[in-house]
């Protein structure tokens, strides 16, 4: 790709919040597009397959590789006190973020939800929406169900449904915040990233001070809109806040912004940064191997 060129590379697409539920039970992204122009190289992720899913693996570390929230294998808390079991990136959040209305849910429908997440955990997809159903036909403002049933939905490709269960929360004015980052992750599967930098940003009104996932939304969104200065900002902002490393991928995000900003010496810096905790051996080895590649062409 040409340095002078105005877009450098840009098209930065992510496994984020439900394309990590996604490829938890189905193994496959229901869209994504190649990597274009130059610039470091994807890693790659392995992800399960069940035979149930014609097996699509992500191509790119831009289309499928960057989980906002914890770990490969993301599952539901295992703490039945926690007040949602929400997958990542959401289940970072305080467990003190509720709704007003959950706090008044029966205890029925308190079951139902304990059932979902149930099923959730044990990859039980179609059992876990079906408990979900129940429990917001049951109580209709239960906010942290109707977000759980959201991710459930775009685990099945219901991008439709699971963005008007996402919403469902905010109909009444309410600020909660998961529900926003719900949002927000739907916007960035269809790459809509006026969208991802509007919700972010409202996400980050609410809680600027421990939301790394929203940062690293609000990032991404201004790297696709070639807002550099303010995307750097955001990605250093999210690993000032995820002080654990829990989420290395950061590092790769903000290699991009670098690369765009042409300043080689950060580029090299962050993802040497990003070898020192990634856990995964692919994803390891094409890092090094593109650094090589960088460190030959700087000594000719």
């Known amino acids: 790709m040409k340095r002078n060129s105005p877009t450098y590379r840009c098209d930065v697409s992510t496994l984020t919040l439900f394309c990590a539920v996604t490829l938890m039970f189905c193994g496959t992204l229901a869209h994504g597009q190649g990597r274009k122009g130059g610039g470091a190289p994807p890693p790659t992720q392995t992800v399960p397959n069940p035979a149930a899913m014609p097996p699509a693996p992500p191509s790119s570390f831009d289309e499928a590789n960057m989980v906002l929230g914890n770990n490969r294998n993301p599952v539901p808390s295992k703490n039945p006190k926690e007040d949602n079991c929400f997958l990542p990136p959401l289940n970072g959040l305080d467990t003190g973020t509720v709704g007003v ?3 008044q849910v029966p205890e029925k429908t308190q079951r139902e939800y304990a059932d979902g997440c149930a099923a959730m955990r044990n990859r039980k997809i179609a059992a876990a929406e079906n408990h979900l159903r129940k429990a917001v036909n049951q109580y209709a403002k239960y906010s942290a169900a109707w977000v ?3 991710q459930v939905l775009v685990a099945q490709q219901k991008t439709e449904e699971a963005h008007d269960a996402c919403a469902k929360p905010l109909t009444s004015g309410s600020n909660y915040l998961p529900a926003y980052l ?3 992750d739907i916007s960035s599967r269809l790459k809509n990233w006026d969208e991802v930098l509007k919700l972010s940003t409202r996400a980050l009104e609410i809680d600027p001070t421990t939301d790394a996932a ?5 990032a991404m969104a201004n790297l696709n809109l070639h807002r550099l200065p303010e995307a750097e900002k955001s990605a250093l902002k999210a690993l000032e806040i995820d ?5 290395p991928r950061v590092h790769y995000l903000l290699a991009q912004i670098y690369e ?6 950060n580029e090299v810096a962050q993802l040497r940064e990003y070898l020192k905790y990634s856990t995964d051996p692919k994803d390891t080895a ?6 090589a590649e960088l460190d030959e ?3 000719k």
């Open 182 to 184: 719900c949002l927000t």
């Open 260 to 265: 765009a900003k042409r300043d080689r010496a």
């Open 286 to 291: 094409t890092v090094k191997n593109y650094l």
């Open 148 to 150: 759980l049933l959201g």
């Open 214 to 218: 929203a940062y690293a939304y609000n």
């Open 101 to 103: 209305g959950d706090l």
């Open 243 to 247: 002080r654990n490393r829990t989420e």
């Open 297 to 299: 062409k700087s000594r």
